[in-house]
């Protein structure tokens, strides 16, 4: 099953990748880092499909998407 990272100390808490993601994986969670930024996290009860559209998507490439779990599959982002 395709995998996404996600870099927490990148992310900007901007929502684009949320927005882009047509499988509701993503959503903002309730922690926040170093920069003071409540940073993405995968959502419970939902799969991701490998599309990448989350990692195009980010200003600050936070992201990163793998085809298959547990292996450095095609790196989209
Ligand atoms: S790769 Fe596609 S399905 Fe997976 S989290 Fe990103 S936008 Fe959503
Ligand atoms: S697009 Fe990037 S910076 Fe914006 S919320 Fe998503 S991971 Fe964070």
Avoid: W
């Avoid at 900007?12 to 309730?30: M, T």
Wanted: net charge positive.
């Amino acid at each position: 099953m395709p995998q996404v990272r996600v870099l927490k100390e990148r992310c900007k808490s901007c929502g684009l990748c949320i927005e882009a993601c047509p499988k509701g994986h993503l959503e903002i969670g309730p922690r926040f880092n170093a920069q003071g930024y409540a940073y993405v996290r995968v959502r419970r009860g939902t799969e991701c499909v490998g599309c990448g559209f989350c990692a195009e998507m980010c200003p600050d490439m936070a992201l990163r998407v793998y085809r298959e779990a547990g292996r450095r599959g095609k790196k989209t982002g």
